[in-house]
Every structure is written in C-alpha cells, then in structure tokens.
C-alpha cells in the first residue's frame, strides 16, 4: 500500500513505516529542555539544533490555546498543564491521531507515576521513572504502547510492592541489602 504525500510538489508515494515519532520532549513555562528524546538523526542531528527548535516550537505554543502545529516540517501535538509543557513530533505526513495518543500516553502516565502532581520539581525528582516510561512508550520512533495504565504497571513495578513468594532470589536479596544499609546508616 503506497500514499501519495499531499505536500511534495511532485506528489511521489511513500511507505508507511513503524518509525512514526521523530521526538518527544517536556519543557519548563521558560521553554527550557526538562526531558528530550530525538529519535530521527537526520532531522536535529546536533543538541544546538534540537534546542533551538525546542526554543521555536515553545515560543509557537506557550500562547496559544491549540493543539497541534506545524513547525519545521514536522508536525507537534502538545498539551500544557501548570509549569509544563509536553510536545511529540512526528513527519508532516503523519496522522495526528496517532501521534495525540502517544502525547496522552504519555501525559496520563507521568500522571499517574507522579499522583496527579504533575509539575515541575516532581518531575524533576522522579525523572529516572519518567524517562523509563517514555523508553515504554516510544523506543527509536516505534510506537511501543499507548496504554498508559500498562506503562504504569511495567514502570512502577517495585520489590516492595511483590509479595515475598512471588520475588525472585535476586529481588530478595537485593531488598535484604537495602535494609541493612539502611539500618546502618541510623
């Protein structure tokens, strides 16, 4: 199955592809970078690039009360909530649909891992969990899950939470360490 591309003057068929998601990033209300993952070299390939346009795209939509964007030849879902802003980049002839249920995703998760405190300094305190649910979401511009109730559960799955009967040897004795360092430490 071949789509002819609306936008090129000479109107040549692409293949659908699995790398649908060019970027993901979440800034700060000053539009600094807080997490940022690129996935398609060809389009940012330096920092300096990828910042700059994080720059552009942040002073396009900290203002305006949308939804999506086109910016740069590509085409930017976000959503902002108190001090944050949450952006997925896809080609200009990606279907918004698919890239808005990833931006859900991925919002609803950092909801959930952050209980409903979604903003600066708990995102910044929880960043580790935060990057490992975008690795679940997204993995090199693969779509990998759009649910972010099992996100949620593959991410925020800790020894605390497993019954003892149910851990493995090494989770055993890995949570026997942590106790014990932390009883020395007192």
Known sequence: MYCIRSDSKDSKPYEPTLYTIKGIAILDNDGNRILAKYYDKNVFPTSKEQKTF???????????????????????????????????????????????????????????????????????????IVMLALDEICDGGIILDADATSVVQRVALRTDDIPLGEQTVAQVLQSAKEQLKWSLLK
């Open 54 to 128: 994080e720059k552009n795209l942040f002073n396009k939509t900290h203002r305006a009360n949308a939804e999506i964007i086109m910016l740069d030849g590509l085409t930017c879902v976000y959503k902002s909530n108190v001090d944050l802003f949450f952006y997925v980049m896809g080609s200009s002839h990606e279907n918004e649909l698919i890239l808005m249920s990833v931006l859900n995703c991925l919002y609803e998760s950092v909801s959930h891992i952050l209980r409903k405190n979604v903003e600066k300094r708990a995102v910044l305190d929880s960043l580790d």
